[in-house]
Structures are given as C-alpha cells and as structure tokens.
C-alpha cells in the first residue's frame, strides 16, 4: 500500500515537472508575440462604438496608417465623424529603445494646431474610449520592459488553445504610469495573438477585459477585426470594429507628418 | 426646454441642405445631371450650430444672445483635391456687442487644397496659424483677430480669414511653407459703445486735458500685390524637437495712431491719423517633452512698432521702437486625464522712452487645468490670465458636457479683475455668465 502511494505520488510530481516544464516561459511568449507578423505598413478603417453604462451610444468613423521605418513604428490615426471630433488627428512614432520616450502629437480642429503631447500619459484613456494611448499604440504587442511575466497555465478559451500569462508591471512607478497592477492574457497558442486580456488597476481590483474578435487572415496575416472593451468599474464598453485592412499597400511617408496631420484626409 | 433631434430627421436634413448647397455652388444651368450628382457623392456636409448667452453678474442684465450658423461643405475634386466652403451666418438680438451690427452673413472660409507632386497648396480664404502658445499670440498673427468679444471667443472663431496663397514643400527632413497674402484686411476692434471697446490708456494714447481731438479716416494700403504681407516658415523635426523659423513681411494689424497738434484761437487741436505701417516679423519656435512635461515656445521679433506717446513735444505721437515678444509653456500631464500648463508672456521695447504708454517690459503670466471625466464627455477647464506689470487679470471657468455626438452643453464664467486702466481691467464692469449650446452634424 505504501509503495503504491509512494509510486502515485512520484508520478504525480513528475508529470506536473514534465507539464510546467513544456509551458513557454512569458518572457518566451511575449517574444513570440512580438515577432508576429504585422506587414511592414496598414491602413484600415475603424469604426467606435463607446457605450456608457446607461447604454447611450457614441460612434467615432476614423481611418489610420501605420508603417515601419527600420524598427520604429509610427503610426497616425485620423477622425472622420462626428462632427465635434472631425479632423482630429493622432501621430505617434513608437521607438524600438525602451529609454527613448516616444513621441506624440494631435491635432486639435478647433486649436488648428498640432500639440505636442508628452508620451508618459500612456496610462490615460485615448480620446473618450476604454483604451489607453499605452493600448493603442503597442497594438497587439507588447513593452517587454515594462512587465514580467508569468505563464500560469493552457486553456482552451472558446474552441482555442491558448496559454495564460500573468504579466505584472516590474515596479510601482511603471504600474502607475501605465494604470495597471496586472494583466491576465489569453494568448493563442497558434497564432501567438491576445484573445483576452483582464486588466486589474493597481489596487488589485478588476478595471477591464480586453476581447479580440473575429481574428482572420488578410494578406497572408492574422488580423482582429473586433476590439471589445468592458470597463468593470465604470461600466463604460468600447467596440472598435475593423474594416478594408490592406498590408503593405503602399502608404506614403509623408503620412507621418504634422503637414500631413493639419491636412487632414 | 432643448430641441434634441433625431438621427432620421438630422440624416434627411442633412442631405437636404448638402444638395441645395451643391447646387447653388457648383450646379450651372449647363451641367449634367450625371456632373451634379458626381459632386453630391463628393460632397461632405456638416453644420455647427451655436446659441449662447451671456449675463452680466453686475446687474443680471443680458449681455448677449446669439444663434450663430456654420454650414461648412467639401467637395472632392479629382484624387487628391477639395474645395472647402465655411459660410457664417450670426445673430445677436443684443445691441451690447456690436450695437450697429445686429446680423452678420459672411463667407468664412473657402479654399481649394491640392497637391502638386509631394507640396501641398492651398488657394483662397483661409485660417493660418503658426506659434505654439495658448490664449496669448507671438508669431499667430497672419490672420487678423475680431475683437468684438475682446480675447473671449475661440481664437479659431475670432480670427478674420484671409485670402491667402499657401504652400508647403517638403525638403528633406524640413517644410518650407510659404505664404503670400494679398488680402489687406486687419483687426476688427469691438465698436465704440459695445462692451468690450478699448479704452486703457496702454492701448489708447489719453489726449491733454481740454483739447479737441479729431480722428481723420484711417490710411489703409488698397494696392493688391505691392501691398500684400509675405512670408516662410521652415519647420522640421530632430532629436525629439519640434523646431521652425518663421519671418513674415507684413502690415501691423492694429494701426498706428499719428499725432498732429495745432494750437489756434479757439485753443490745443489735436488730430490723430491711423495709418497701417509695415514690419518685419522674425521668430521660431521650439517643443519637447521630457517626461510628463511638454516645454514649447515662441520668440518674434518685430523690427518696426510704432508706441504712441504722451510727450507733448514728440512731433508724431508716436516712437519707433523694435519689439521682442516670446512666450514660454509647460504643460504637464502627469495626473489622468488632466492637463496642467503654464506660460511665462513677456514683451520688451528696444527703444524705450519716457512717456510711452507702454513700459519697456511688460510680463504676463497663464495658468490653466483641464480635467475630463466619464469617458470625455465632460470637461472643466479653468484659465487664469493675470498681468504682473498692471496687476490685472482674467479668470475663465468653464464647464462643458457633451451630451450625445450632436449636442454639446456648456456654462461657465469669464471675470476681470484689478487695474481699471489695464488691458483686462478695463473689462471689469462686464463679468459675466455664459451657456451655451452647440448643435454639430
């Protein structure tokens, strides 16, 4: 009897040894993520839904670019309805050295002036929805600096294999700055994608889940059409619906300009 | 109660309104109807509808209500040109503001924006702004200013559209825009009587006790293109900075008041003589960030200001001077969702004399918060504007919520205080409330 108690509990040891020891490390994962494919430049069309808690409606049409110049990536988005927010418009270059800050303008329509803004407001909401600039400008990917990570364990999340990532800001400053005291990922084990993401604020109270949807390939690469955003404590959703996704179109350098921001479409 | 409308009735009037301006525009008898409806499909429409209105806390007495209309159409024309229609229509049924002006009916904005090969050129009536500074102007002074509610309104509201040749070249990693502007049209001050007319001594050279002054008709340059203002501004970005230089040849928009003085029989005659005169303006511009501060700035020069002057033995009344102007900003967005900037605005006079309404050095400083709460749809702002020299100020309160994507809400206060002689004390006796509502589809 002891023997095969002794037994039982060798093989449960080894084989939970053998499981962790398959699991990726996050650091493994969040290189994974970051080597995905993304063309070398995109334009798309978006469309906001922001839905406040009473279930009153905001809806934003907007059309962005996006190119890589060597590893910076910059990217300008521009605000086609409504009226109130028309013409504004948003560049950012994302360098790749994580001690160069990134630079940031918008255009203001009413100012008619393009505004340096500072990028370590990464943690504020971007322009009315649930995400943040931080959010906006990484995309589907990733700050490997700003985090460690975790693999906690596989899971099958809606019919996909996924592994669950624990990421948590490496210090109080960086938590601050970016408004989250961790993030639970769901990232698909296939197509190294965020399917879900739970963000909880620096407190340890949950803030918000993060769905990506309707996740297809277009041109060759894996692409979210659907970006939904539930706020749990605000109870305010965000819903960015993707449309006309073309890579590596060509999309003119001058796109990335304050000339091209005041300009407008 | 307010008028909210609904997305059907908005969408049809819309289209309504879009065609009847297409037509009106662009529709010859000759077109075709394919032409016509080729352009309706290009053709984007919205409106911005404002009523406001403004009490005075002295008294209660209603200051100003106004319905201003702003229909504003683009048509694409071709791959990568448009044609920009912004029409203003504007009704006060106060006489406080504008007491001989009770309706305005204007063509406010209308340009063409093309491209030739990578430059991009803009021909016709439009709004130029260069500088990087908030509420005070150092190199935004391309466009001349309505000050018919003083520096209350929206500078994108109150500056006089020009027509204006406007172009941009990229060359390398800079921007060359160069701007000819034959357009003479300068700042349009607030009407003798109206609420907001100049009267500070700064501002108003105050004549000898008991003489009698005359104003003649203002000298005003009417030569199309020897008079016209012209100028560069080369910008770039590098190693983080937002950089340019800028240089405008150009007539002062506030005209410069020319003294002549006869004694006679009956006694001290005083004429005064406004004349628009020429300068050169050279300046630049910088920005940054550093963190969660942003540093900006601006510096002009102006080579050839005119001050007037209360010597009674200078010949004209006035004395040439250089003027050097700069402001300095940090905004800081350290806190969510909030943005807290201040600004250091100085004006010096390299020819400074005794008796010139202005002294040599003249400091201003600015400090504002905004905070936006529930997603952005509600927003508070106050903005302080005080002069250290004159010890006189303006303090904004300002509340805004946008209701729905159409309709915007907002109440807030504008309050001078300190010196009666100076520029914003002069203002003191119209402290006022204002609300108002903006209609944008």
């Given at each position: 009897m002891n023997t095969t108690k002794t037994l039982l509990a060798t093989l449960l040891i080894v084989s939970s040894n053998t499981m962790a020891n398959t699991l990726p490390t996050g650091e493994q994962i969040a290189k994974n993520i970051n080597a995905r494919n993304e063309g070398i430049s995109l334009s798309r069309k978006m469309r906001m839904v922001l839905t406040d808690k009473r279930g009153k409606e905001r809806i934003r049409e907007t059309v962005s670019y996006r190119k890589y110049f060597g590893n910076e990536k910059r990217t300008v988005i521009h605000y086609l309805t409504p009226r109130n927010i028309k013409k504004t418009a948003f560049l950012t270059f994302d360098y790749p050295e994580a001690e160069k800050d990134d630079d940031q303008w918008l255009y203001l329509p009413a100012m008619r002036k393009v505004r340096r803004i500072s990028a370590?407001?990464?943690?504020d909401y971007f322009l009315g929805t649930d995400f943040t600039y931080e959010d906006i400008k990484k995309e589907s990917k990733v700050t490997l600096e700003d985090y460690t990570r975790k693999t906690l364990r596989e899971e099958d999340l809606n019919g996909n294999p996924t592994y669950v990532l624990k990421a948590t800001p490496v210090n109080d400053e960086v938590a601050e700055e970016l408004g989250y005291g961790k993030v639970i990922k769901w990232i698909d084990?296939?197509?190294?994608?965020?399917?879900k993401s739970e963000f909880y604020d620096v407190r340890g109270k949950p803030l918000k889940t993060i769905y990506t949807e309707d996740i297809k390939k277009v041109d060759g690469i894996w692409t979210a059409h659907r970006l939904k955003v539930d706020n749990h404590k605000t109870g305010h959703k965000t819903l960015f619906i993707f449309s006309d996704v073309i890579y590596d179109k060509e999309v003119r350098d001058d796109f990335f300009t304050q000339r091209a921001l005041r300009r407008g479409l | 109660m307010i008028f909210l409308p609904n997305v059907h009735y908005v969408a049809a009037c819309k289209y309504l309104i879009r065609s009847c301006l297409v037509l009106t525009i662009f529709a010859s008898p000759v077109a075709s109807a394919d032409t016509t409806a080729t352009l309706l499909d290009n053709t984007t429409f919205n409106t911005r509808i404002e009523g406001e209105w403004a009490v005075l806390t002295k008294d209660g007495s209603t200051q100003k209500r106004q319905l201003m209309i702003e229909p504003e159409l683009k048509t694409e024309v071709g791959n990568d040109s448009s044609i920009t229609t912004i029409v203003r229509l504007r009704m006060d049924e106060k006489d406080n503001l504008s007491p001989s002006d009770h309706s305005q009916t204007e063509l406010r904005e209308f340009y063409l924006n093309t491209s030739i090969k990578d430059s991009i050129v803009i021909l016709g009536k439009q709004q130029v702004v260069w500088g990087k500074s908030d509420g005070r102007k150092v190199l935004d002074i391309i466009n001349p200013q309505d000050f018919r509610e003083f520096i209350l309104d929206d500078f994108d509201q109150s500056r006089i559209p020009l027509w204006i040749v406007n172009t941009e070249i990229p060359i390398n990693n800079v921007t060359l825009q160069l701007l000819l502007i034959p357009d003479q049209t300068y700042h349009k001050f607030a009407t003798?009587?109206?609420?907001?007319q100049i009267t500070s001594p700064v501002i108003i050279p105050p004549g000898p006790v008991g003489a009698s002054i005359q104003t003649k008709p203002t000298i005003t340059p009417d030569k199309i293109l020897q008079d016209a203002d012209a100028g560069f501004r080369l910008s770039t970005f590098t190693h983080g900075w937002d950089l340019s230089l800028n240089y405008l040849y150009h007539y002062d928009d506030t005209p410069v008041l020319f003294r002549t003085i006869n004694i006679t029989a009956s006694g001290l005659n005083i004429d005064i003589t406004p004349q628009y005169k020429r300068t050169h303006l050279i300046g630049g511009t910088f920005s940054n960030t550093f963190g969660a501060l942003t540093l900006r700035g601006e510096l002009g020069y102006l080579t050839d200001k005119y001050i007037s002057t209360?010597?009674?033995?200078?010949?004209?009344g006035v004395v040439k001077t250089g003027e050097l102007k700069y402001v300095l900003g940090f905004d800081w967005?350290?806190?969510?969702d909030t943005l807290l900037s201040t600004q250091i605005f100085q004006t010096y006079l390299d020819n400074h004399k005794t008796n010139m309404i202005q002294g040599q050095l003249n400091t201003q400083i600015t400090f504002l918060i905004k905070q936006d709460y529930i997603n952005k749809t509600l927003h508070a702002e106050m903005l302080v504007l005080h002069d250290i020299d004159y010890e006189d100020g303006m303090l904004r309160l300002k509340l805004s919520y946008e209701y729905n994507d159409e309709i915007n809400v907002y109440a807030g206060t504008d309050m001078f205080y300190g010196n009666k002689d100076g520029l914003f004390g002069q203002f003191k006796e119209t402290d006022r409330f204002v609300s108002g509502i903006i209609i944008g589809f």
């Open positions: 370590s407001d990464r943690g084990k296939n197509i190294w994608m965020s399917r | 003798p009587g109206s609420s907001y209360t010597n009674p033995f200078d010949t004209d967005y350290g806190f969510t």
